[in-house]
């Protein structure tokens, strides 16, 4: 076969479009490989004459890099017609044939060489033509090779482009006018003399900079301190510059000096007041300069002290500035002529420092006015619960400050309602205000320990008091240090805390002890919040008193089988419900102020918890496989919560070495979610770790065995064949897919992507109980045994399998006495607060501060 010149018809009809293309596309490659250097000097050039770099050289300077920039401009143009080829048809052929299996082109151009005169051959050559023929009508542009790296190794090519995308927004094309006043005296003469002038407000105010030249107006407003840039071209002494508003020339400056000020072809200074700035001269302007002062700050207490039961105190303030808000101080003082100078506090007080605490900022968002809410905890200064004068105080990006009216208060702190307790407090308050007191404490704490049987409820408690008895007796006739009294002083406040909490592990004793302790408190007349506290205390004590006595009964049932639930019908069977009305009951009047009838409710409820007997939601078997699989996934969640736990302590520590000893044991609160579970997980990762395995390896390993868990608990789960029960499989096998994530991302030592995993899988495990609740309430309401019900009360009330009230709507939730009314809101603004600290510290690392972001944009 041989190759023809032309292209038949058809075929030229169906490459029509596919060559054209593939023809511009090798136009463009053979433009920018030979014209790239060319593009890039321009490009370089116009960056650097549009950002007006050419302003802060010399005149030799500036025209040797545009000498040396047209040198390599006209290289790179010779450079580029050389090596420059138009496209032509047969090689875009070749092109688009290479882009076709088989070559179709090819084969469509060539001819039958050999066989012409034999018809099996000649039928063989058409179909195997038209098959070509077929291909064709496949064929696609070739797409274009655009890359110049072999040739531009360094990537210039992007740099110039770098620059002048940055010129382009930060620069300006007038700017280029400017080297037209850098030409040779002869044209300058020419052209005649012209001028340029910025001005530009202080950085921090955020207002743009402007270009004097644009500016038509007579008058023009300014904040103080923005700089004038003025620059004049041509013939020296033709332009000068009158001005009043910036004091730079002195009074008794001489005429030769101010005109040589006055005719600078290059001036720089400062807006200090308002008043007058001319150019004179050809073009000459005149503006009246308004300066506008900046402001100072101003801060003020916005609205009343908050303190909760542990002594937190709740400080809000508002702050407000022209421009904004950089720093803010509370600065708290002994405010010694409004105490009450009484007993240990006769004698004059020890000098002690001044209180000082950085005011919180917004961590985002606008500073120019907002209100904030300073959080600290003061309870064990010595100052707690005595006249104090606050001051609050802001400064400005300027070093302006503003200072609040100071007030007089009392510094919040932790009150104590248990008398003991609250004397313990005094006697400490009274060895802090001055050492010189320890005799006398000595004299009182004997006093007060004179017949213990009376007063403490523990013999251990009498011991520790005795133990800083003969502390404080034995440094009275001596110079106590400073060290020894802060240490006497820790143990006393521990003692308080120990006799104000107790440590009591009978749960009926602890509910007695928050039943008289909210009734103390009401009597004294005790803030709302530190009522709302102890209520809070008091549902607490109920819930574990309701725990202990549902153990209880279901003991007495596995060791007393054929015993009859109704033998005892002196016993009240009253819900959980109907307690948790009572005492929302009880806080409605406490809130109302009706604080008699809050008190007889109070002392009903008492009487009533006496002689109640809650029951469980089982029957005298055990447990029903429900309620068994939900016990289950509640130690699994726990478990997980623990892993989740451990892993965040691992991620603080992995970039902030030696800070966990340092920030102290975790809360009791998140040690009790931890549960026994995690603890023992906790001995299983030392014990591999001592083994050669990694601590993530560790972690890893305990997640896949949470896993494996939960896929079985799963397997067993009741409540197939009703749409709660299967959206209830459906949360946990998304569940086990984050937990399946988690465990890889520990393996990979991605702790930061393992607490997400973890987080989802701990919020499916929720969602799967919810769900699973919901399946057992449908099963309860088609005709299974209702239990855990008050006499009288309605046979559609129900209890799950936690004891807790499903309700009317059979919803079965896990909120269920948490934290109740204004605690929720308190307790989420304190950790979305600890969390915006710590985002702010910018020399926590990099992927720390990229989890707190998370955190924030998430809640």
């Given at each position: 076969m041989t190759a023809r010149d032309d292209l038949p018809t058809e075929i030229n009809t169906a490459l029509r479009w596919p060559l054209l293309l593939t023809q511009l596309g090798m136009l463009a490659e053979n433009v920018v490989r030979a014209f790239w250097p060319l593009w890039s000097v321009l490009f370089a050039v116009l960056a650097f004459l549009m950002l007006g770099i050419q302003d802060y050289l010399s005149t030799e300077a500036v025209w040797a890099v545009l000498g040396l920039s047209g040198l390599g401009a006209v290289w790179a143009l010779v450079r580029g017609v050389g090596r420059f080829a138009w496209p032509t048809t047969p090689a875009a052929l070749v092109r688009l044939d290479a882009t076709l299996p088989g070559s179709p082109i090819l084969a469509a151009m060539d001819s039958q060489a050999i066989g012409t005169g034999d018809a099996a051959s000649a039928a063989v050559w058409r179909v195997h033509q038209a098959r070509m023929a077929a291909r064709l009508k496949q064929a696609k542009a070739a797409e274009p090779d655009l890359r110049v790296s072999r040739a531009d190794p360094f990537a210039l090519r992007y740099v110039a482009l770098l620059a002048f995308l940055v010129a382009a927004v930060f620069g300006s094309v007038l700017k280029v006018q400017s080297v037209s006043a850098m030409g040779p005296s002869?044209?300058?003469?020419?052209?005649?003399?012209?001028?340029?002038?910025?001005?530009?407000?202080?950085?921090?105010?955020?207002?743009?900079?402007?270009?004097?030249?644009?500016?038509?107006?007579?008058?023009?407003?300014?904040?103080?301190?923005?700089?004038?840039?003025?620059?004049?071209?041509?013939?020296?002494?033709?332009?000068?510059?009158?001005?009043?508003?910036?004091?730079?020339?002195?009074?008794?400056?001489?005429?030769?000096?101010?005109?040589?000020?006055?005719?600078?072809?290059?001036?720089?200074?400062?807006?200090?007041?308002?008043?007058?700035?001319?150019?004179?001269?050809?073009?000459?302007?005149?503006?009246?300069?308004?300066?506008?002062?900046?402001?100072?700050?101003?801060?003020?207490?916005?609205?009343?002290?908050?303190?909760?039961?542990?002594?937190?105190?709740?400080?809000?303030?508002?702050?407000?500035?022209?421009?904004?808000?950089?720093?803010?101080?509370?600065?708290?003082?002994?405010?010694?002529?409004?105490?009450?100078?009484?007993?240990?506090?006769?004698?004059?007080?020890?000098?002690?420092?001044?209180?000082?605490?950085?005011?919180?900022?917004?961590?985002?968002?606008?500073?120019?006015?907002?209100?904030?809410?300073?959080?600290?905890?003061?309870?064990?200064?010595?100052?707690?619960?005595?006249?104090?004068?606050?001051?609050?105080?802001?400064?400005?990006?300027?070093?302006?400050?503003?200072?609040?009216?100071?007030?007089?208060?009392?510094?919040?702190?932790?009150?104590?309602?248990?008398?003991?307790?609250?004397?313990?407090?005094?006697?400490?308050r009274a060895l802090l205000w001055n050492r010189k007191n320890a005799s006398d404490i000595g004299l009182l704490m004997r006093a007060i320990s004179h017949r213990p049987d009376d007063v403490f409820r523990s013999s251990t408690d009498y011991l520790r008091l005795r133990a800083i008895l003969r502390r404080v007796e034995a440094l009275a006739d001596y110079n106590m240090t400073d060290d020894q009294q802060a240490e006497i002083a820790q143990a006393l406040w521990d003692l308080a805390i120990r006799l104000e909490e107790g440590d009591l592990d009978d749960a009926l004793e602890r509910l007695q002890r928050a039943q008289d302790r909210l009734a103390e408190a009401m009597r004294n007349g005790a803030s709302d919040q530190e009522i709302a506290e102890l209520m809070q205390e008091l549902r607490e004590a109920t819930d574990d008193y309701l725990r202990q006595l549902s153990r209880q009964a279901q003991q007495d049932r596995q060791n007393n089988p054929d015993q009859e639930m109704t033998q005892n019908q002196n016993m009240m069977e009253m819900s959980q419900n109907d307690l948790q009305e009572m005492m929302d009951r009880i806080q409605e009047l406490m809130e109302q102020g009706r604080m008699a009838e809050a008190q007889e409710a109070l002392e009903q409820l008492r009487q009533m918890m006496e002689n109640m007997q809650v029951t469980q939601g089982q029957d005298q078997q055990g447990q029903s496989p429900g309620e068994q699989a939900m016990e289950g996934l509640a130690e699994t969640l726990r478990e997980q919560q623990g892993l989740s736990d451990q892993a965040f302590r691992d991620l603080q520590e992995q970039f902030n070495p030696g800070q966990q000893g340092q920030q102290g044991q975790q809360p009791g609160q998140q040690q009790g979610q931890q549960g026994q579970g995690q603890q023992q997980g906790q001995g299983q990762q030392q014990g591999q770790g001592q083994n050669g395995q990694s601590l993530e390896e560790s972690l890893a390993d305990r997640q896949r065995a949470l896993r494996q868990e939960l896929n079985r608990q799963t397997q067993n789960l009741p409540g197939a064949g009703t749409e709660a029960g299967e959206a209830a499989r459906d949360a946990l096998d998304r569940a086990e897919g984050a937990m399946e994530g988690a465990e890889e991302a520990l393996r990979e030592n991605d702790l930061a992507g393992a607490i997400d995993n973890q987080s989802e899988a701990m919020e499916a495990l929720r969602e799967g109980m919810r769900n699973l609740g919901e399946a057992m309430a449908q099963q309860q309401q088609q005709g299974q045994g209702q239990q855990g019900m008050a006499d009288g009360a309605d046979p559609g009330q129900q209890r799950d399998p936690l004891g807790r009230n499903v309700g009317s709507n059979g919803q079965i939730g896990s909120n269920e006495n948490l934290l109740q009314g204004e605690d929720v809101y308190r307790r989420a603004r304190e950790l979305l607060d600890e969390i915006r600290r710590r985002s702010g510290e910018g020399e926590r690392p990099e992927e720390e501060l990229e989890y707190l972001e998370r955190l924030l944009d998430r809640f």
């Open positions: 002869g044209s300058d003469l020419a052209s005649g003399p012209t001028w340029e002038g910025w001005l530009e407000p202080p950085h921090y105010t955020g207002l743009p900079s402007i270009y004097l030249n644009d500016i038509d107006a007579a008058q023009l407003e300014t904040p103080e301190g923005s700089r004038v840039t003025l620059r004049f071209y041509g013939e020296v002494g033709v332009l000068s510059v009158s001005e009043t508003v910036s004091n730079r020339v002195s009074p008794t400056a001489t005429p030769e000096e101010l005109v040589q000020v006055s005719t600078s072809t290059a001036q720089e200074f400062f807006v200090q007041q308002s008043g007058r700035l001319e150019i004179e001269g050809p073009g000459g302007r005149l503006w009246e300069i308004i300066a506008t002062p900046d402001r100072a700050p101003e801060v003020t207490r916005d609205g009343e002290i908050e303190v909760t039961y542990e002594g937190e105190a709740q400080i809000p303030f508002a702050a407000k500035d022209d421009y904004g808000v950089v720093t803010g101080t509370a600065r708290i003082e002994l405010a010694i002529d409004d105490v009450d100078r009484l007993y240990g506090l006769r004698i004059d007080p020890e000098p002690r420092p001044v209180i000082e605490l950085p005011l919180p900022m917004p961590i985002a968002g606008d500073r120019s006015d907002f209100t904030e809410t300073l959080v600290d905890n003061f309870s064990e200064h010595p100052w707690a619960n005595l006249p104090v004068k606050l001051s609050l105080s802001v400064t400005d990006e300027a070093d302006q400050i503003g200072e609040a009216v100071p007030d007089v208060i009392d510094l919040p702190g932790r009150r104590f309602f248990d008398p003991m307790a609250a004397a313990i407090i005094d006697l400490r």
